[in-house]
């Protein structure tokens, strides 16, 4: 089965950092790009960050540039989003995926939940 | 930045309705458009891909068309179970989605 499984969200205050994982399985995963997608509460989803599938290149919208960065490890079918200097309207839940828009290969984790508040 | 623009924003129909949302990009992104459904507290599901093309396991009650800068969700027959937000989303150079529409009885 085809899957993807996000953790390491939370509370944080403002200012403060969290890691994002996102661990894959039943396909093969140093083959294909990466996204993390975020959605807050009422709202529909933004794309934040990107990496190709070797890791060579990275993504990521103004918003959260100079802040989040996106790395992966193949060797344990995973992607990480590390995001610093966090700010209340980075509140969201925050989903990895395998977007599938040109080939129907479209996976989506359970999504993990980010609230930054004092 | 590609900019997608969706209307309507929201829309009220019956069981059995034909329903259209239509997704319009600001600049040509080809046939790379997907279409996805989200319930809440769900992740967005793909409905189609490639602007046309049907998900497995998706109902055949839901097709998509277009190319360039408009694009089309057509519902067939709705179901109970349709009653969600539905999203576009572009690939043609970053990833930009819709608005949403959603869809309420």
């Known amino acids: 089965e085809v899957q993807l499984v996000e953790s390491g969200g939370g509370l944080v205050q403002p200012g403060g950092s969290l890691r994002l994982s996102c661990t894959a399985s039943?396909?093969?995963?140093?083959?294909?790009?990466m996204y993390w997608v975020r959605q807050t509460p009422g709202k529909g989803p933004e794309w934040i960050s990107a990496?190709?599938?070797?890791?060579?290149?990275?993504y990521y919208t103004d918003s959260v540039k100079g802040r989040f960065t996106i790395s992966r490890d193949n060797s344990k079918n995973t992607v990480f989003l590390q995001m610093n200097s966090l700010r209340a309207d980075d509140t969201a839940k925050y989903y990895c995926?395998?977007?599938?828009?040109?080939?129907?290969?479209?996976?989506w984790g359970q999504g993990t939940m980010v609230t930054v508040s004092s | 930045a590609i900019q997608m623009t969706q209307f309507p924003s929201s829309l009220s129909a019956s069981v059995g309705d034909r329903v259209t949302i239509t997704c319009r990009a600001s600049?040509?992104?080809?046939?790379?458009l997907g279409w996805y459904q989200q319930k809440p507290g769900r992740a967005p599901k793909q409905l189609i891909y490639?602007?046309?093309n049907l998900q497995s396991g998706v109902p055949s009650r839901f097709s998509g068309s277009g190319s360039g800068t408009d694009f089309t969700l057509t519902i067939n027959t709705l179901q109970p179970e349709d009653f969600a937000t539905y999203y576009c989303?572009?690939?043609?150079?970053?990833?930009?989605f819709g608005g949403g529409t959603k869809v309420e009885s």
């Open positions: 600049q040509g992104i080809g046939i790379y």
């Open positions: 989303l572009q690939d043609h150079s970053y990833l930009t």
């Open positions: 995926a395998k977007i599938g828009v040109r080939d129907g290969f479209d996976t």
């Open positions: 490639a602007a046309s």
């Open positions: 039943g396909f093969t995963f140093s083959s294909r790009v």
């Open positions: 990496i190709s599938n070797s890791g060579s290149d990275i």
